[in-house]
């Protein structure tokens, strides 16, 4: 060729000039690697390439059934790719409805049928098919794909996908409330988006490393960590990215209880949201608006936001929305007397955050059960369901989640006259409150 670089980039291409591993654009006789995005640019890595396809072949295999697979291999990623999913980059998984849940599931199937065959997809397929398992809700899938994708791009000397794969281990590791390996893995993202200066990378990492420390209750580090990540978002005209960062510092103003400020930062996100037409991240701006007008005691508007987010996640078939949204209006039944609704939308949650491995949201659902229990009288029940949900949030170091249910745990000993042990567990509960720097609430 006469120009070795990218019509589409204006990066370097590859020594045989037919592929630009910058944004994957295939300039030989076919066109198997499609660019799939911003950060999932298909790029061929492995052993044994024909740059052409941008398949891994075993030589010496059956040339027919080498042909079948290249084939079932090509119509894999196009199927994945007429879903046209959204990536679950930026920490929240793109969840899927039922007819789509049965392609992904299919999909995957025959990508397991091809790999079985000896034949590997290219790393960045990997990340494509992790991005499309984590979205079905089969993480341990999720993780091999990514695993295999990170190995794949440090064999090849690729930081951008070293940093991607990274991030989405990272991901993984934090839905299933490992923090500690979830934080690793972000640092370690970010420390080679910083080198390569890749400022969205950054801004991914900063975002999610300030998610894990509000989990862990380090509400002033958060806050630094988000503002880090929105003023990068800021500077590259990241609008989804900035809304993310928003959010998750409205998060931090509802903890803190700066109702005004949260809700300030909330509707600006729900406008964004809106704008790029993402209504998985719309959904989950009206129930954090739904939960600022509980708080405030307007439970008729908090119910109708609740609602609102729950029609959308249901159309979208959002479960982790739906869980979300079930737990909120269970609060507004309970906070309206109706503690058999409020039990029956706890259960509710609590099955759903069961079935997609959501454990934070699995120990809030069995506090919230817990105060049903509480409220009947029922202090054995009580008790069984806030130790349940003490567990979790210590196991995975939900530090919020360990505060209530400390809190909740010596109302039960006082009404059972134990004021010795109800002391101990409500000054464990305010040591808690204190060191995450919220104000203590009265005790019920």
Known sequence: ???????????????????????????????????????NIAVVGGENIDIHQGDVHHHGAD?????????????????????????????????????????LDSILADATEVEDAGHEFNPWDEIELGDAAAGAGRTNTARRYYARALEDFKENEDQRGEALSLNSLGNIAYTRGDFDDAERLCK??????????HREGEARSFNHLG???????DLDEAERLLEESLNISTEIGNRRGEALSLGNLGNIASERRDLDEAERLYREVLAIFKEIGDR?????????????????????????????????DREIGNRGGEAYSFNNLGVIARGKGDLEEAERLYDDSLSISREIGHRQLEATSLGNLGNIALTRGNLDEAEHLHRESLSISREIGYRGGEANSLHNLGVIARDRDDFAEAKRLFEQSL????????DDEESD
């Open 211 to 217: 998610q894990i420390a509000n989990t862990r209750g």
């Open 431 to 438: 040591a808690i409150k204190r060191e995450m720097g919220l």
């Open 188 to 197: 370690e993202s970010l420390a080679i988006s910083k080198e390569i200066g």
């Open 63 to 103: 040339p027919q059934k080498v042909e079948e697979i290249d084939k079932l291999m090509g119509k894999v990623m196009e199927r994945l790719e007429a879903l046209e999913l959204s990536s679950p980059s930026e920490g929240q998984p793109a969840e899927v409805d039922e007819e789509t849940q049965a392609e």
């Open 1 to 39: 060729m006469a120009d070795d670089s990218c019509p589409k980039c204006g990066g370097s291409l590859l020594p045989e000039g037919v592929f630009c591993p910058h944004c994957g654009v295939s300039l030989g006789a076919r066109m198997d690697v499609d660019v799939v995005g911003d950060d």
């Open 280 to 312: 998985k991240s719309e959904a989950a701006s009206l129930t954090n608006l739904g939960s600022i007008a509980q708080e405030r005691g307007d439970l008729d508007e908090a119910e109708r936001l609740n609602r609102e987010s729950l029609d959308i």
